[in-house]
């Protein structure tokens, strides 16, 4: 990988060791096969204990919980290198991480952070988001999805939720859901609810034209009777899944630069073996600039999302950096695998080659975790003191 | 087993090398550094032969200055239980001077095994595993491409142009080790941050008097381009005539 601002020299000997580490797994088992998943439609599944094995599942989370304890930068480096091979299998993780573990661990009691983060991070326990419906999505404090206490302390869940990663691959389902009749949104709980509990359904969505080698699916909740505990006791208002997805899409600013990444070395070595007019189309100038472009636009985002991440682990970021890292990393992203693509030519629209894959997948990096649209409002709101909501 | 492996920190091989002002020397500046590929087969045999014979110690060294730390960490990532690094500024290209470092090191250290890389990829010499192993008074096999140890014994497979060679030895043994013996794995996220808690001791390092050193380094004549002489089979009568007049391959 090419480092031509040596931003290396920004990283400390563990943050360049977990990098090398997670490169040379999607290397090894990401890589080969996921060209073929994805035209097959097929998240790879037989990675997901390599992927724990390697202890990527919610890394930044301390040890104590079977987490390896990283700090946010080595956590981004992870995103960054699983998105360079794919954004599903990205996405799987940071679902895993940053929507299903963080929340337990935020808003759980010590007893769920004692039954579930161990053997989540161990990959026994696969976990997905929902707070996404059918009818809201940037708008989540519209949500229907409705949890009733019961006499006995028990909660009955009704409702849908939609665009779920893992879904069918879950065995545990973090959902959001308003309680006891109450529509505003200071009423949204978190639940952890076991995805083979009655009346449970996860229905796979079809006909995906990005993210194919990831599980994405609609959950039906119909009269699901969870126990008191699967309450996280902590979690209290819309703000609670605002907080799980500032996490993810921390991540995400990281991925993005991984798609980003893949796409640029493909697009430079083609550039210098593809011989057109009797010598390589590298040293055509409209390459060049290409080429020049996605080099120039990568570096900044490297270093917007390594500054963030260091905000991160001072402790002093904020959810409006957050939308701002994410805004721009994915939007430079879905430009770089565009003009990679075109740079192939007509073999940039082969399975064979990453850079369409990769600007299928990023079309929904782009639209979820918060659409690009809305952090502008969000950035706007920031700036102007207007907020373009209400 | 106790197993001490010698490792070496050396560039990625995959980059663009330039040469030194000094013009005995490559120009470090910004080449990626890391535990050299022979050295990290050695390791993973360590490893695996310490995983497989139940309890052991791994104990990895490296000599040169504190930028090999790093490497030694790596190694400790991998799963060696501790490190010591023979301090000195700078490695001398001599590889007997080292191995009186490393000899003086090793010796009464208890070790069933003690594994090199065949040669480091920088310098290619090739001489400290035997010359280690000389001082120390050790039997020593080089380039073991397969390597088994049962009842204080081992045996190696070494690769001989067109043959395997399979040799015997009795422990202590100094092995050097070729490519292809087993893959090194890559450490776990758990694992880094395990091996800044585990032992690296620092020692000066007592190296032999270097008697050789690089007078002048030269990059390789660059590639003439390619020709590109015609288009399938009617092409094939110009191709064998160029093989035979001009390539004289034929």
């Known amino acids: 990988m090419l480092d031509f601002f040596n931003i290396d020299s920004l990283l400390s000997e563990e943050e360049r060791a977990v990098r090398a580490s997670v490169r040379a797994f999607v290397d090894e088992h990401v890589l080969p096969v996921i060209g073929k998943c994805y035209v097959e439609g097929r998240f790879p599944r037989e990675i997901v204990p390599k992927m724990a094995e390697l202890g990527v599942y919610g890394a930044n989370l301390p040890e104590e919980y079977g987490c390896a304890g990283l700090n946010n930068v080595a956590y981004g480096l992870i995103m960054q290198e699983l998105e360079r091979g794919d954004s599903g299998v990205r996405s799987f993780a940071s679902v895993q991480g940053a929507l299903a573990m963080y929340p337990i661990y935020a808003f759980g009691s010590e007893e769920q952070r004692k039954k579930y983060l161990p053997k989540m991070a161990a990959g026994e326990i696969i976990g997905c988001f929902g707070l996404t419906e059918p009818d809201y999505g940037s708008n989540p404090s519209g949500m229907i999805t409705m949890a009733r206490e019961q006499k006995d302390g028990t909660w009955l869940l009704n409702g849908a939720k939609m665009w779920i990663t893992n879904g069918s691959t879950a065995q545990i389902a973090v959902v959001w859901a308003k309680t006891n009749g109450d529509t505003s949104d200071s009423s949204i709980r978190g639940f952890v609810v076991p995805t083979n509990s009655n009346g449970f359904k996860a229905k796979d969505q079809k006909g995906k034209l990005s993210l194919r080698a990831s599980d994405t699916s609609e959950l039906v909740f119909q009269d699901v009777c969870l126990p008191a505990d699967a309450l996280l006791p902590k979690s209290g208002g819309l703000k609670s899944p605002l907080m799980c997805l500032t996490q993810a899409r921390y991540g995400i600013s990281w991925g993005a630069i991984g798609a980003a990444m893949a796409c640029f070395e493909e697009a430079l070595s083609y550039s210098k073996t593809r011989i057109m007019f009797d010598r390589p189309i590298g040293g055509f100038q409209i390459q060049q600039e290409r080429l020049a472009d996605m080099l120039t636009e990568i570096v900044k985002a490297q270093l917007v999302s390594l500054h963030l991440g260091r905000l991160k682990d001072a402790g002093t970021f904020t959810p409006q950096q957050v939308s701002l890292a994410k805004r721009n990393n994915v939007s430079m992203a879905t430009d770089v695998a565009r003009e990679a693509r075109r740079l192939l030519g007509a073999n940039g629209i082969l399975a064979e080659y990453s850079a369409m894959r990769h600007m299928e997948n990023l079309e929904s990096v782009y639209t979820y975790e918060g659409t690009h649209d809305v952090h502008s409002l969000v950035l706007g709101q920031a700036v102007t003191g207007l907020n373009a909501f209400k | ?250």
Do not use: W
Request: charged share 25%; net charge neutral; with cysteine.
């Open chain 2, 1 to 250: 087993m106790k197993i001490a492996v010698c490792i070496k920190r050396t560039p990625d091989s995959e980059s663009r090398f330039r040469i030194g002002s000094s013009g005995t020397a490559i120009d470090e500046t910004g080449l990626k550094f890391d535990i050299d590929d022979f050295a990290s087969y050695a390791v993973e045999v360590a490893l695996q032969l310490n995983e497989k014979q139940g309890p052991g110690e791994t104990v990895v060294y490296a000599i040169g200055p504190d930028s090999v730390q790093e490497t030694l960490r790596k190694a400790m990532s991998m799963g060696a239980d501790r490190a010591v690094q023979l301090k000195t500024d700078a490695v001398p290209y001599d590889g007997l001077a080292v191995a009186k470092a490393l000899a003086a090191e090793l010796k009464g250290g208890g070790f069933d095994l003690i594994l090199f890389g065949k040669h480091a990829f920088d310098t290619s010499g090739g001489i400290v595993g035997t010359a280690t192993a000389q001082l120390l008074g050790l039997a020593c096999v080089t380039a073991a491409s397969k390597l088994d140890i049962a009842n204080g014994r081992g045996t190696a497979r070494r690769e001989l142009e067109g043959a395997g060679e399979i040799v015997e030895f009795a422990l202590p043994a100094a092995i050097t080790i070729d490519e292809g013996i087993a893959r090194p794995r890559y450490p776990s996220l758990k694992n880094i941050m395990a091996a800044k808690k585990k032992p690296l001791e620092t020692k000066p390092a007592q190296l032999g008097p270097a008697r050789v050193r690089v007078k002048s380094l030269e990059l390789p004549p660059d590639r003439p381009p390619g020709r590109i002489i015609g288009e399938g089979v009617a092409a094939v009568p110009e191709l064998v005539r160029l093989l035979h007049t001009e390539a004289k391959v034929l």
